[in-house]
């Protein structure tokens, strides 16, 4: 009896491992979404496809913010090769320079906090997109694969 105990607690255990990694995966994937639609919702300004609107920038600052304070935490060692839903997954670079993925995702909470000091119209916005894009693909390069 006391085997069983033991090994049913090992099998839960192990499960609830997995499903941290899944949430957390899933977190992740979920602040990337939204970082895409914020990015595309300044870039549609950008490109004059839509009006100014300093409300949608200080949400999507906001939101970029939260994704640069949440992200060091997401990746723990054991979610090593969860693979995502969707075309991309986290690339396994993530754990093995992981000193460097911390200096971009710190870089990223750097540049963010300038533009919401800076961004207070259109013209602004247009001059700090370039960097706030150039950060965001820059790690995606890194630390994200296609899945295939």
Request: hydrophobic share 40%.
């Amino acid at each position: 009896m006391k085997r069983v105990l033991v090994v049913g607690g090992a099998f839960l255990f192990g499960m609830g491992a997995v499903w941290a990694q899944q949430d957390s995966a899933k977190e992740v994937q979920t602040l990337m979404k939204a970082n895409g639609k914020n990015a595309g919702a300044m870039s549609a300004m950008v490109k004059g496809e839509k009006p100014y609107d300093q409300a949608t920038v200080n949400s999507a600052l906001a939101q970029f913010e939260d994704t640069a304070k949440k992200l060091p935490h997401l990746f723990p060692a054991s979610a090593k090769g969860v693979k995502l839903d969707g075309d991309y997954s986290i690339s396994p670079k993530v754990w093995e320079d992981k000193a460097g993925f911390d200096a971009k995702v710190a870089n990223f909470a750097k540049l963010v906090g300038e533009a919401k000091a800076k961004i207070k119209d259109l013209d602004s916005l247009k001059a700090m997109m370039p960097a706030i894009g150039k950060e965001c693909g820059g790690c995606h390069e890194t630390y994200r694969v296609k899945n295939g």
